[in-house]
């Protein structure tokens, strides 16, 4: 079995399989394709770019060209669904790379203290995912397992729910927790092409509080910031009462080191920043935004 991503592959134009074609894997199959790869992915019902997740017999015959394999599918009430129907041919396909895309959420609540990928998992709210995220480890020895933090880009970013009037600006004294520009992670799963497999945070530079993202989100469209909401306010569901319990702050240092990776927005200013040239308020301001 081949390991890593070999020069001699590329010659023959490389394919990645994705399963799970979501916000994140769609950045990284836009940036492959421009690279010249050829790209195939699936969801769940599938359409005319993209396969049928249960379609076995057009997936097997992918597996049996692909020259990298990736999975953005997270796990279900049953375990990991892409593991549970492909799993075994997984395990023998011929692929030279294989990625996993998990959560930070795996490492639970470490009290606001850095977590870096040797923190033990599973003992947070993220069960499934973190047994997910050792069945891939386990799959084969060619597996990169990726975990990400609060995922934001074009189209998807506190700018965007400030734009539409949907933002919450959550009073969590002392809570933080890390994020990552899309594009970010894209670059950092190509980055492993050519790196040893592993687990690896891919995170940016500065975790902060939601509030503060809120507020810069609020300063840079020049609108009045939303009123706090507190921890057991009511308005917050309890899946948001949940996540807000959590504090932790991601370490990246071991992303940068082996992948030679550093992400380009390396906190959340830099990112908020470039995408506030795309992003424009649908809603009137009534105040002058504060930071």
């Known amino acids: 079995m081949r ?71 997270p796990p279900d009430d049953d375990g990991d669904p892409v593991l549970r129907l492909y799993g075994a041919d997984l395990a023998v396909a011929p692929a030279g790379w294989t990625g996993y895309l998990s959560s930070t959420g795996v ?70 927790f890390s994020r990552i520009h899309v594009d970010d992670i894209a670059r950092a799963v190509i980055a492993s092409f050519a790196a040893p497999p592993g687990v690896y945070n891919i995170a940016d530079d500065l975790p902060a509080p939601q509030e503060a993202v809120i507020l810069h989100a609020c300063a840079l469209l020049g609108l009045a910031p939303p009123a706090p909401v507190a921890i057991d306010d009511p308005a917050l569901s309890s899946a948001a009462r949940a996540f807000y319990s959590e504090n932790r702050r991601i370490a990246n240092a071991r992303a940068k080191r082996v992948l030679g990776w550093t992400p380009a927005y390396p906190d959340y200013r830099a990112g908020l920043r470039a995408l506030s040239a795309t992003t424009k308020p649908r809603i009137a301001s009534t105040a002058p935004a504060t930071e």
């Not at 076995?56 to 990298?68: D, F, K, S, V």
């Not at 709210?125 to 891939?136: E, N, P, V, Y």
């Open 107 to 176: 490492y639970g609540d470490t009290g606001g203290a850095w977590v870096d990928e040797s923190a033990p998992i599973g003992g947070g709210r993220r069960s499934a995912r973190a047994s997910a995220d050792l069945a891939w480890q386990r799959l084969r020895d060619d597996v990169r397992v990726f975990r990400l933090p609060g995922i934001y880009g074009p189209g998807r970013s506190p700018l965007d729910r400030v734009a539409a009037g949907q933002a919450l600006r959550v009073a969590a004294p002392g809570q933080v």
């Open 3 to 73: 390991h890593g991503f070999s020069p001699e592959t590329a010659v023959l134009m490389p394919h990645m399989l994705i399963f799970g074609l979501g916000y994140t894997a769609a950045a990284l199959a836009a940036q492959l394709s421009t690279a010249g790869w050829r790209v195939t992915a699936t969801r769940r019902v599938g359409d005319a770019a993209t396969l049928a997740f249960a379609d076995g017999e057009r997936i097997r015959a992918a597996l049996a060209t692909a020259t990298h394999v990736m999975s953005s599918v």
